[in-house]
């Protein structure tokens, strides 16, 4: 799991979740993510894509589903397993998200 120093000194620039249909553990992921609603998350289905297969084996060292990769401002990339890591993680960055846009608005 991503540490919470990380999370909350680098400001995140991009995240795709890789997943697929049939898998239980991406579709309460996908849940979570249109509950949170405003999130733009890139989604990449492994099974329909197998390039997607590739770039989540190379990058984050497993075929594991869900996985969401999280590019931050800096060039940092993590890769982030566990569908309750996940939705944990979207969470939190929905509350930030929120607190600069109320403090720049
Ligand atoms: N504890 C994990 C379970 C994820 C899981 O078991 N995913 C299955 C698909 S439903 C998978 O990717 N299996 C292939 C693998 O682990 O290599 C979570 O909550 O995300």
Sequence with gaps: MMKNDQSKNQS???????????????GIT?????HLGEQKI????ILKEPAFRKELIQGGGK???P?????????????????????QFLQRNDVAQK????ATA
């Design 12 to 26: 995140v620039k991009k995240l795709a979740l890789y997943h697929y249909q049939s898998c239980p553990f991406c």
């Design 30 to 34: 996908r849940e979570a993510i249109k």
């Design 42 to 45: 890139e989604q990449k289905d």
């Design 63 to 65: 075929p594991q589903v």
């Design 67 to 87: 996985c969401l990769k999280i590019e931050t401002d800096n060039g940092t990339i993590h890769w982030l397993y566990e569908s309750r890591d996940i939705i």
């Design 99 to 102: 607190e600069t846009a109320k």
